[in-house]
């Protein structure tokens, strides 16, 4: 079974719509992250989380809010989705102390009509 | 701010030796780390250097300089299932990653 799973893998939904998207971690890591991947860019940081009671914006957190519901779970809503939130969502997880080592899910791509 | 340089794209013939070279400007850097990604996979850790020198993983080694702010990832006997992106990361106090915009490695036969 995977470490860090993302659900769901795939989503079209409609400008103005309200989006969540899942992770969970079997890993036992206190650290999770949320990134976007557009085409042929790298990955830009969300929001990310150091412990349940721990949470942090990123560099692209406009249009994006967060949820760390448990240690094992972050979840990463657009309240309002517009077409150029349309990209690969990652999810990830590092252990306290070792944040340059992240593990990441498979992503989910989103698209935004 | 933060920024990180590297190439782009690079082609190599299978067999050989390709160096993927970043340049990085941040504030409290930690070390820098090299990712992985196949077509939209999920992103997997290669290597990490917090010191000078080099790092040794098998057919990888990734080496840093600090007082250059550089670093390279050095890829050996190239095969065909290394063609993928290649990312580096630096990490600073923050305990967050900042990333390249990755290099596209293509291995030809």
């Known amino acids: 079974d995977a470490d860090v799973t993302q659900t769901p893998r795939n989503r079209i939904t409609k400008t103005g719509k309200r989006i969540m998207l899942e992770c969970s971690q079997t890993k036992g890591h206190d650290r999770m992250y949320w990134y976007r991947q557009d085409p042929g860019l790298g990955l830009q940081l969300i929001y990310y989380?150091?412990?349940?009671?721990?949470?942090n914006k990123g560099e692209i957190s406009d249009g994006y809010s967060v949820s760390r519901q448990a240690q094992a779970k972050f979840s990463l809503s657009l309240e309002s989705a517009i077409p150029n939130q349309t990209a690969l969502y990652f999810c990830a997880t590092s252990q306290t102390g070792s944040s340059d080592t992240q593990y990441f899910g498979p992503g989910t791509r989103l698209t935004v009509l | 701010g933060q920024s990180l340089e590297q190439p782009s794209e690079v082609t190599a013939v299978e067999g050989a030796i390709v160096q993927i070279n970043c340049t990085y400007q941040t504030s409290g850097f930690y070390g820098l780390s090299w990712y992985q990604q196949h077509d939209g996979g999920a992103p997997t850790f290669l290597s990490y250097n917090a010191l000078d020198g080099l790092e040794e993983t098998g057919r990888f080694s990734s080496f840093l300089s600090r007082s250059d702010s550089y670093g390279y990832l050095l890829l050996q006997e190239l095969q065909m299932k290394d063609s993928a992106s290649y990312f580096c990361?630096?990490?600073?106090?923050?305990?967050?990653?900042?990333f390249g915009q990755g290099t596209e490695l293509s291995v030809k036969p």
């Open positions: 989380s150091f412990d349940v009671k721990d949470i």
């Open positions: 990361a630096v990490g600073n106090q923050g305990g967050k990653l900042i």
